[in-house]
């Protein structure tokens, strides 16, 4: 089931140096000398760090134990590629003879293989294209994907600031396709509202189609 993938361990959890909003969850390869750092939320790096430090795995909590009454069984999650400044992950059971997957936050699948000492699995073609960390100025590169838009303009200015104009491009480009995506999104959202509503105003409603005496009376009363 895993066979293309690479199985990770939890290294630590760590914040930027430069970027002191970037929270960063550091993941080693188990059998390869590599690190795999991932980008989170200040709101996952503090779920991940109850769950490590005082066991308090609240936020998936619910789902290993609906898993275990339906029988269920976890078996282990998978990190996806992040997109638009967020990481999500795919938590697998096992029904039967049938996987099941379901999507939900990194931080929320890390803590629910912390309670049940599941492993953490990535794409080897994702792992390998991963920089990973660089022993000699104990730094670490993280992909422009999985920065939020605050991260990708705080690094925007200390790039320019530092006279890395490749970089900054490269940033800059990333904040520009985000931006224009998120007008497409807009615009599809508002065709649809207007779509639907055009529907609505063609549809015949049933009070239109009354045809009986504005002063309707009673049976009763006309034969009065």
């Known amino acids: 089931m895993y066979d293309e993938y690479i199985e990770l361990t939890i ?11 970037a929270y960063i969850l550091v993941l080693r390869a188990a059998k390869e000398d590599g690190f795999f750092p991932v980008l989170i ?3 996952g790096f503090e779920t991940i ?3 490590m430090q005082n066991h308090d795995y609240t936020c998936a909590h619910m789902m290993n134990l609906l898993a275990e009454r339906m029988c269920v069984p976890m078996q282990g999650m998978r990190i996806l590629r992040p997109s638009d400044g967020k990481t999500m992950a795919l938590v697998d059971f096992q029904c039967s003879d049938q996987l099941i997957s379901i999507t939900v936050p990194i931080a929320e699948a890390i803590v629910a293989t912390l309670e049940k000492n599941k492993s953490i699995w990535v794409d080897k073609a994702m792992y ?3 920089i ?5 100025d104990q730094s670490m590169a993280l992909p422009i994907t999985a920065m939020n838009k605050e991260l990708l303009e705080n690094a925007l200015q200390s790039a320019v600031k530092e006279d890395n104009f490749e970089l900054a ?6 904040l520009n396709k985000r931006k224009n995506l998120a007008k497409m999104k807009k615009i599809s959202r508002a065709e649809t509202i207007d779509e639907d509503a055009q529907k609505l105003a063609e549809t015949d409603s049933p009070l239109t189609d009354y045809q009986g005496s504005d002063n309707p009376t009673s049976k009763g009363n006309e034969q009065g």
């Open 11 to 21: 290294q630590g959890i760590t914040r930027g140096k430069e970027l002191e909003d």
């Open 41 to 43: 939320d200040k709101h």
């Open 49 to 51: 760090y109850e769950a």
């Open 128 to 130: 390998e294209r991963q």
């Open 132 to 136: 990973k960390f660089n022993p000699s």
């Open 169 to 174: 491009s490269i940033l800059r480009d990333e």
